[in-house]
């Protein structure tokens, strides 16, 4: 199941402003398993929420030198079907982890997305798990 996490105040203001100017705003959705009922529901545990603010133009394939990232956009008759440059990226707290007592707070796990790529470099799946 993929999750869209909801934006605290802060990053919903950023957001309208940035659309002013013309450029596409991605925020970064997750995938958690259904069996990870411990997480938090808005952000799988990160604590944080992840926004892209696209520069306005479209290009026909992504930067090419790769020191800005890209992001393919469908199209949805406001925005062009095409690649996107970053212009810059943002991480906001996520508002349903900080609404929470301390003692409350979920326990922290990154998504089962994010264990996959530390396995690779750290090890294997299981062993990720004994640790986390």
Not at 93 to 116: F, L, S
Request: charged share 25%; aromatic share 10%; net charge positive.
């Amino acid at each position: 199941m993929h999750i869209t996490p909801y934006l605290p105040p802060t990053a919903e203001a950023m957001v309208r402003a940035w659309e002013k100017t013309g450029g596409p705003v991605v925020v970064v959705a997750f995938r958690r398993a259904e069996s990870d009922t411990d997480a938090c529901p808005n952000c799988g545990g990160t604590r944080g929420v992840y926004l892209y603010f696209m520069e306005p133009h479209w290009h026909d394939s992504p930067n090419p030198d790769g020191r800005v990232v890209s992001k393919y956009i469908e199209g949805d008759g406001r925005y062009h079907r095409g690649w996107y440059y970053t212009s810059r990226k943002e991480t906001f707290p996520c508002p349903h982890c900080e609404k929470m007592p301390k003692r409350d707070k979920p326990y922290v796990r990154p998504p089962q997305a994010m264990i996959g790529r530390l396995a690779k470099v750290m090890g294997s799946k299981e062993q990720l798990d004994d640790q986390v």
